[in-house]
């Protein structure tokens, strides 16, 4: 089976400051992993996502994700927080024929002006 | 090229009633994924649909709930006798084919349980 841990429910960043937030998998197979964003009262839109090949991912809204396989951690981060970065993040994985994606808790982020 | 499609966005029953929460994918997009988003915790997978075949459904609960996606129309997430606990905002998401494909989410439908 598959899961993902995301520590820390609630992440606060100075606007400007870096933002980094971490994601660790389990998976039994080689994984598909997912970066998705949350604003309020609306859908998840994907952030960026690694299959195979490059581990280093580049995202939208100036995000980008590094794929560790000896750390099993998919972490996400962007060098200059902006307000607008404002809303909840999820990080999930699949496991390659198995459809199901399964989510951590999420890290809410407040950017602080 | 609208995106997923979920109605009603709010839904309100009372204990007991029965919540019929309606999806339309992606033109284009064969398969439905819902999940479910419980307070405080992540989206949890419920179901996994094609054109009227369920394909996994590990995630449902074993009674009250069913889904259905028929060859004409949106997908179906039926909760029958709903319970206090039921209070939650369901989530489609459709993608073109299996596996590999991102899957795109839709707004949500929030259910509340009076």
């Known amino acids: 089976a598959q899961s993902v841990t995301q ?3 609630h992440v606060s960043v100075s606007e400007g400051a870096l933002v980094l937030l971490r994601c660790n998998y389990s998976s039994s197979v080689p994984p598909y992993l997912f970066w998705y964003v949350q604003y309020p009262n609306q859908g998840l839109q994907l952030l960026l996502k690694y299959t195979t090949g490059a581990t280093l991912v580049k995202g939208i809204n100036g995000f980008e994700a590094e794929f ?7 972490h996400l981060t962007k060098p200059s927080a902006h307000m607008s970065d404002a809303a909840e993040y999820f990080c999930a994985v699949s496991s390659g024929g198995n459809n199901r994606l399964a989510f951590g808790k999420g890290n809410q982020v407040v950017v602080i002006p | 090229n609208a995106g997923v499609m979920q109605n009603p966005r ?3 029953r009372r204990r ?5 929460l309606r999806c339309s994918p ?9 999940y479910r988003q419980l307070p405080e915790e992540g989206l949890k997978f419920m ?10 459904e590990s995630g449902m609960p074993k009674e009250r709930f069913s889904a259905e996606f028929p060859k004409e129309g ?39 349980v009076l």
């Open chain 2, 10 to 12: 709010h839904l309100v």
């Open chain 2, 16 to 20: 007991g009633q029965e919540a019929r």
């Open chain 2, 74 to 112: 949106p997908s179906i997430l039926r909760i029958q006798q709903v319970v206090r606990g039921d209070s939650a905002a369901y989530f489609c998401a459709s993608s073109p084919r299996q596996s590999t494909d991102t899957q795109y989410f839709g707004p949500g439908t929030r259910l509340t």
């Open chain 2, 47 to 56: 179901v996994y649909l094609q054109k009227e075949n369920i394909i996994d």
């Open chain 1, 68 to 74: 560790k396989k000896s750390e099993t951690s998919f």
């Open chain 1, 7 to 9: 520590l820390g429910s």
């Open chain 2, 26 to 34: 992606m033109k284009g997009h064969s398969h439905v994924y819902w």
